[in-house]
C-alpha cells in the first residue's frame, strides 16, 4: 500500500500528517515553523517528521508515495514560490526541488488556500461535485478554485484570489493595498469596520453592552451573537454582511458556474443567520442558470483539510 505526507506550512506552525490514497489521516503532527532559520532548514526538520511519523506507523519509507505541502504564497507548477506572505525567504524558490534534494521523494506543492480547497474538494464537503469554489472568510478572504479535478493555480501561481475582485470603484481600502475589494467589505476585518464606525454614532444596542462599551476589542463574533440574541443593530451589520458575500459570490458564480460554493473560516461559523441571508439575496446577483442545483454548503474538514489537500497533490 501507498502513502502520502501532507504538509500544511504556515507562518507559526506546520501540520504534518501521512494520509492514505484514499485520504484518511493515519498520524499527525504540529512542529513550530521557525522560517527565520532559512528554507531548508525548515524543509529538513519537515522531512525528519516525516521519517518520525513513518516509523511509529511502521511504514518503510520506500512505501511513501510522495509529500505534498500547502505553502502561503503563489506558487507555479507545483513547484516554484514566487514569494512567501510570511516568511524571509527568497523569491521564485523551488521549493520542490529543494525537498526532493533532502528526501529524495516527489514533491509537489500549491498556495495554502488552493490546498484547503483541494482537500475539502476530493475528501469533504465538495466531494463527489465535478467543480467548487472554497472560500475562506476570515481576517481576509482567501479562495481556491476546483474544475474537473484540477486547482486553477493560474499563470504565475495567483489564481483564486477571489478575495481582491473589487465589488466599489475606488472603494474601502483593502489589506492589498487596493481599493474596493471584496475583502475589505466581507471579511471579518470588513465585519469589525462597519460595526465601529456605526458604533461610534449609535451605542444604544445590545452589542455596545456586549463589548461593555469598548470599542476597541470588538470582534466580528459579537456582532453575530448579539444578532443571534435579536439585537436589531447587529442584525443590520450581518445583512450588509450577507449583501457584499453575496455579491461576491454572485460574480463568482457567473465567472466560474461552479457545482458549489464551500464557505470556510472563522465567519462561517455564524451559520444559518449569514447563510440564510446570503441565499435569499444571491439571486440579485448570480446568473439564474448558475442558480440551477447548486449549493453553498460549509465546510467539513475543519483543520485537517490543508494536510488532506497537500497529500491529494500526489495523486
Given at each position: 500500500m501507498s502513502y502520502i505526507a501532507g504538509v500544511d506550512?504556515?507562518?507559526?506552525?506546520?501540520?504534518?500528517?501521512?494520509?492514505?490514497?484514499?485520504?484518511?489521516?493515519l498520524v499527525k503532527k504540529s512542529i513550530k515553523t521557525l522560517s527565520l532559520e532559512g528554507a531548508e532548514k525548515t524543509m529538513t526538520r519537515i522531512w525528519e517528521t516525516i521519517k518520525e511519523l513513518l516509523s511509529t506507523l511502521n511504514i518503510d519509507e520506500k512505501d511513501l508515495k510522495g509529500v505534498g505541502m500547502g505553502i502561503p504564497g503563489p506558487v507555479m507548477n507545483k513547484k516554484v514560490v514566487g514569494f512567501f506572505a510570511n516568511f524571509p525567504w527568497e523569491r521564485n524558490l523551488n521549493v520542490s526541488q529543494m525537498f526532493e534534494i533532502i528526501s529524495g521523494k516527489t514533491t509537489r506543492l500549491d498556495n495554502d488556500v488552493n490546498v484547503i480547497a483541494l482537500g475539502e474538494a476530493k475528501y469533504g464537503a465538495g466531494k463527489g461535485a465535478s467543480s467548487s469554489v472554497t472560500i475562506a472568510l476570515g481576517t481576509g478572504i482567501g479562495g481556491g478554485i476546483y474544475v474537473d479535478g484540477n486547482l486553477i493555480s493560474g499563470f504565475t501561481g495567483a489564481g483564486g484570489e477571489i478575495g481582491h475582485m473589487k465589488?466599489?470603484?475606488?472603494?474601502?481600502?483593502?489589506?492589498?493595498?487596493?481599493?474596493?475589494?471584496?475583502?475589505?467589505?466581507?471579511?471579518?476585518?470588513?465585519?469589525e469596520r462597519e460595526a465601529v464606525s456605526r458604533l461610534l454614532v449609535n451605542k444604544t444596542n445590545l452589542l455596545y453592552e456586549k463589548i461593555n462599551g469598548d470599542i476597541s476589542k470588538l470582534e466580528a463574533k459579537d456582532v453575530f451573537d448579539a444578532a443571534k440574541e435579536g439585537d436589531a443593530f447587529s442584525l443590520e451589520i450581518v445583512?450588509?454582511?450577507?449583501?457584499?458575500?453575496?455579491?461576491?459570490?454572485?460574480?463568482?458564480?457567473?465567472?466560474?458556474?461552479?457545482?458549489?460554493?464551500?464557505?470556510?473560516?472563522?465567519?462561517?461559523?455564524?451559520?444559518?443567520?449569514?447563510?440564510?441571508?446570503?441565499?435569499?439575496?444571491l439571486?440579485?446577483?448570480?446568473?439564474?442558470?448558475?442558480?440551477?442545483?447548486?449549493?453553498?454548503?460549509?465546510g467539513t474538514l475543519g483543520n485537517d483539510a490543508g494536510i488532506k489537500g497537500a497529500a491529494a497533490l500526489i495523486l
Open positions: 506550512i504556515g507562518g507559526t506552525n506546520t501540520k504534518i500528517g501521512i494520509v492514505t490514497e484514499e485520504g484518511e489521516i465589488l466599489v470603484k475606488d472603494g474601502k481600502l483593502c489589506g492589498c493595498g487596493q481599493k474596493g475589494c471584496f475583502e475589505a467589505y466581507a471579511s471579518a476585518t470588513g465585519i445583512d450588509y454582511e450577507a449583501e457584499y458575500l453575496a455579491m461576491g459570490i454572485g460574480n463568482i458564480l457567473n465567472i466560474i458556474n461552479p457545482q458549489k460554493v464551500i464557505l470556510g473560516g472563522g465567519v462561517a461559523l455564524a451559520g444559518d443567520i449569514l447563510l440564510d441571508r446570503v441565499k435569499d439575496k439571486p440579485k446577483y448570480a446568473l439564474a442558470v448558475t442558480l440551477n442545483d447548486f449549493n453553498i454548503v460549509l
